[in-house]
């Protein structure tokens, strides 16, 4: 392993090695299932790790991400899960539901209900994998930090005379790709007031790449549509000061980040209810909450957008405002610290073991 530390904070990189004994068995069961049994080696070789590590160190909370089932082989003691995902439904292929995928989403089902602690950041998201897999103390919503380095640069991307409509994410089927073009095209067809900045990589969509869509509405629309692969964080940050609307049409996310920095900079929003945004986002009050997933129904939400009374418009805006106050990162960190906090008065209750330095200071 390789470690980084700078400021407080240590990074390590653990390498994923397969005891010498085990390697013909890997080998092997990798020709068949070569996903699965990757999950299953790194979370050996993370955990192996860190079982060596508080021995020589005291470690009192580790927190366990679902993705790529890392809590398989979990040190139980002072351990929680978050969820970022849920490999069932982050799928931009569902058409291909192959035996190497149907193990992976066993083992991360498996690796979660290990857990007697699961936060995530979002409700609709908590709702699925808490009607599926049944936790016995439910999951926990803690809200996600607004970022501190959200400084724009002076790069301008408006056009004169022009709306500005943004979206910021990887371009594939399980972040609304189909919907957003299938929008943008709507709306073009009937209004040229407004700019479509479209920022993130090609992704696929039911297993073909997108990249002939997105060149497609390119040279349809050469005055209404530009594409980004990427941009850096300083000029996102400006993208969304000069945007009046920020689309958010995921098909299934876990509270984006986009909706907290665009919202931050003043962008109006407006997303798909299944996007796990209903902590923030209030449909009417502060953004644009759909249900449907009809271009033509999104497209006329954008037109109302954009021709919105300018008064209603900053009360919503005001109302946001309002909202990001539980996403300040001092309430939202005293959120999980309350978390740890429960989790370790359960932990040494249960365990019978006196208190540590970092327990006594949780209960204080």
């Known amino acids: 392993s390789r470690n980084l530390e700078f400021d407080g904070i240590k990074v390590v990189e653990v390498d994923c090695r397969t005891p010498l004994a085990l390697k013909p068995l890997v080998k092997l069961l990798s020709i068949m299932a070569p996903g699965a049994v990757s999950h299953t080696m790194s979370s050996w070789a993370l955990n192996s790790h860190l079982r060596r590590t508080r021995r020589r160190e005291?470690?009192?909370?580790?927190?366990?991400?679902?993705?790529?089932?890392?809590?398989?082989?979990?040190?139980?003691?002072?351990?929680?899960?978050?969820?970022?995902s849920y490999d069932r439904l982050w799928d931009n292929n569902p058409g291909d539901q192959n035996p190497d995928k149907r193990l992976c989403r066993w083992l991360e089902s498996t690796a979660l209900r290990r857990f007697s602690t699961i936060i995530g950041p979002g409700e609709y998201l908590a709702s699925i994998v808490f009607s599926e897999l049944k936790p016995s103390k439910g999951i926990t919503i803690v809200?996600?930090?607004?970022?501190?380095?959200?400084?724009?640069?002076?790069?301008?991307?408006?056009?004169?005379?022009?709306r500005l409509v943004m979206y910021a994410g990887t371009l594939s089927r399980i972040k609304?790709?189909?919907?957003?073009?299938?929008?943008?095209?709507?709306?073009?067809?009937?209004?040229?007031?407004?700019?479509?900045?479209?920022v993130g990589k090609v992704g696929s969509a039911n297993g073909r790449s997108v990249k002939n869509d997105i060149e497609s509405i390119t040279v349809k629309h050469p005055d209404?549509?530009?594409?980004?692969?990427?941009?850096?964080k300083q000029d996102l940050m400006a993208a969304y000061s000069e945007a009046e609307?920020?689309?958010?049409?995921?098909?299934?996310?876990?509270?984006?980040?986009?909706?907290?920095e665009a919202a931050y900079h003043g962008a109006l929003l407006m997303a798909s209810d299944s996007a796990s945004l209903g902590s923030l986002l209030i449909h009417g009050e502060n953004a644009w909450v759909l249900s449907t997933r009809s271009p033509d129904t999104w497209a006329a939400a954008i037109r109302e957008a954009?021709?919105?009374?300018?008064?209603?418009?900053?009360?919503?805006r005001a109302n946001m405002r309002q909202?990001?106050?539980?996403?300040?990162?001092?309430?939202?960190?005293?959120?999980?610290?309350?978390?740890?906090?429960?989790?370790?008065?359960?932990?040494?209750?249960?365990?019978?073991?006196?208190?540590?330095?970092?327990?006594?200071?949780?209960?204080?």
Do not use: C
């Open 58 to 84: 005291d470690i009192d909370v580790i927190q366990y991400t679902n993705w790529k089932s890392v809590g398989l082989f979990r040190l139980k003691k002072g351990s929680l899960v978050r969820i970022s």
């Open 143 to 162: 809200p996600t930090a607004i970022g501190t380095y959200m400084s724009p640069s002076n790069r301008s991307f408006a056009k004169q005379g022009k």
């Open 176 to 198: 609304g790709v189909e919907l957003l073009l299938g929008t943008i095209d709507r709306y073009l067809e009937q209004h040229s007031d407004a700019v479509f900045l479209v």
């Open 224 to 232: 209404h549509f530009i594409h980004i692969d990427h941009l850096d």
């Open 245 to 260: 609307l920020v689309l958010i049409p995921s098909l299934i996310d876990n509270f984006p980040n986009t909706a907290l």
């Open 306 to 316: 954009l021709t919105l009374d300018a008064l209603k418009a900053d009360r919503m």
């Open 323 to 364: 909202r990001l106050e539980a996403h300040k990162p001092e309430k939202a960190v005293a959120a999980l610290y309350e978390v740890y906090r429960e989790m370790m008065k359960t932990t040494y209750r249960e365990s019978g073991e006196p208190s540590k330095k970092g327990y006594n200071e949780l209960e204080a």
